[in-house]
């Protein structure tokens, strides 16, 4: 699971969610799609730190596409590697997506 360096994680009783991973500042994730059974992923979409659920993608592009992101204005990781537009996701994976903008 990727965790957010800039933030340490903090103790707090679990009295809202009994979720095993529920982090304390996003207690709410977005889940897109949720008649699909079939396998997710877990995104954390970042700089507006949106936690979102939605079926597994098969590679890293197919994420950014599904986000409506172009590969050129976004990064994706899993456990702290960046993954080209080529690398699989896999079912029940944790990812980072940090869109990035150049300023001029």
């Known amino acids: 699971m990727m965790t957010d360096t800039a ?17 304390a500042h996003a207690p709410h994730v977005q889940v897109v799609k949720p008649e699909h059974t079939g396998a997710r992923v877990t995104v954390l979409v970042q700089p507006e730190e949106k936690h979102l659920s939605l079926p597994r993608p098969k590679t ?40 990035v903008a150049s300023s001029g």
């Open 7 to 23: 933030t340490p994680p903090t103790e707090t009783p679990a009295t809202e969610s009994s979720a095993p991973h529920a982090a």
């Open 60 to 99: 890293s592009r197919q994420l950014l596409a599904a986000l409506g992101l172009a590969e050129e204005t976004a990064l994706v990781a899993r456990e702290g590697q960046l993954l080209t537009p080529d690398r699989h996701i896999w079912p029940g994976d944790t990812l980072l997506v940090r869109k």
